[in-house]
């Protein structure tokens, strides 16, 4: 994959200033959409009947974003992180959230080593490709929050002293609904850290057959191929950033995001960060599907995953029954898709 391998030399060497981005090129799209097309059907491998959400993983992965998965238990969360990192080959970290976890248990802490008497950085889990943070809503927010720089920034500041994290990073989050026992509701900021939110939900009734079949790859995680490198996905990824997105594209997320700012039954609305993460989705998802371009179908898909958790009702309509997944639906159909020149 030439073109991506010359994406991946220019983004990692800080002595080529990017002056003048260019655009994928078609051997580009070609070249992305067959890898994303291999990675998805090394995950299915171990994760049956929902390629949809595993699509949107990927595609966070590719946009260095970070991907919450709000289910109960026992859906395949968790196997779908580990599917996920077996297929792009990187390392895989996991934290298990509890209640008594501390902040340095997820980004690690200083040791003195007897030996020389070097005081030196011991690296947390955090230290990975991909971060699997599974029940992150059970821990205290002083820990969730030991989460919040590594994910925005990339970056670990342990004792004045910042250490980078590999590439491509990525942090899959796994939740337990909140009405469950021992469960903590995740503060706004770090919700806003995540690029997108889904639900893996139960299989239909033909995977839930197969996957109950003896015999089945179902969770099988280690049967996972590796399809990718770590260095393809951050080659990817930083191409990819520079696929295009027309004007008109850009107004009407604008303008889907004014429509759930000011729906009455919302108390905080979408930022300008979710916005822009949701045209950083776009373009890569546009790639996947083997188009150099976004159209307002891509919109469509990805607003509510990427819009919704950003999306906090006041008090009263919660109380009504309404959800941020319903208001983003009705912004979405409030306001006119851009049409085709001559339409």
């Known amino acids: 994959m030439p073109h991506l391998r010359e994406a991946l030399t220019d983004a990692r060497n800080p002595d080529v200033p990017d002056v003048s981005p260019t655009p994928p090129t078609e051997q580009d799209i070609a070249d992305f959409r067959s890898l994303h097309e291999r990675l998805g059907d090394a995950v299915e491998q171990a994760v049956h009947g929902k390629r949809a959400v595993v699509d949107l993983v990927l595609v966070a992965t590719v946009a260095q974003g970070h991907v919450l998965l709000e289910d109960v238990p026992g859906t395949g ?16 970290g996991r ?19 007897p030996r020389d008497g070097e005081i030196r950085f011991r690296p947390g889990p955090v230290f990975a490709h991909v971060v699997l943070a599974d029940e992150i809503n059970r821990a205290a927010a002083k820990t969730q929050s030991a989460l919040l720089e590594v994910m925005a920034e990339r970056t670990v500041t342990v004792d004045g002293e910042g250490h980078r994290v590999p590439e491509p990073f990525v942090v899959i ?81 604008r303008e889907i ?49 990427v819009l919704a958790h950003r999306t906090v009702l006041a008090r009263d309509a919660l109380l009504a029954g309404h959800t941020s997944a319903t208001v983003v639906h009705e912004a979405l159909e409030s306001v006119q898709p851009p049409q085709p020149d001559g339409a």
């Not at 298990?96 to 980004?107: G, K």
């Not at 000011?262 to 930022?271: A, F, I, K, M, Y």
């Open 95 to 113: 934290i298990q959230f509890t209640p008594d976890l501390l902040p340095s248990d997820v980004t690690g802490t200083t040791v003195f080593d």
């Open 257 to 305: 995001g004014v429509a759930v700012r000011t729906d009455p039954r919302v108390r905080l609305g979408v930022s300008t960060r979710g916005l822009r993460a949701l045209v950083r989705c776009l373009q890569v998802y546009a790639a996947a599907r083997g188009r150099h371009y976004v159209v307002p179908s891509d919109v469509q898909r990805l607003a509510e995953p």
């Open 173 to 253: 989050a796994t939740q337990n609904p909140v009405d469950l026992d021992g469960t903590y509701r995740l503060p706004e900021a770090q919700l806003d850290r995540f690029l997108l939110r889904t639900s893996l939900g139960y299989p239909d009734a033909e995977h839930e057959i197969e996957v109950l079949r003896p015999g089945s790859t179902a969770g099988l995680v280690e049967d996972v191929k590796q399809v990718a490198t770590p260095e393809e996905v951050a080659a990817a990824s930083a191409r990819l950033a520079h696929l295009h997105v027309a004007e008109p594209i850009l107004r009407y997320v």
């Open 77 to 92: 969360k968790t196997t779908l992180a580990r599917a996920v990192a077996q297929a792009l080959g990187g390392g895989i």
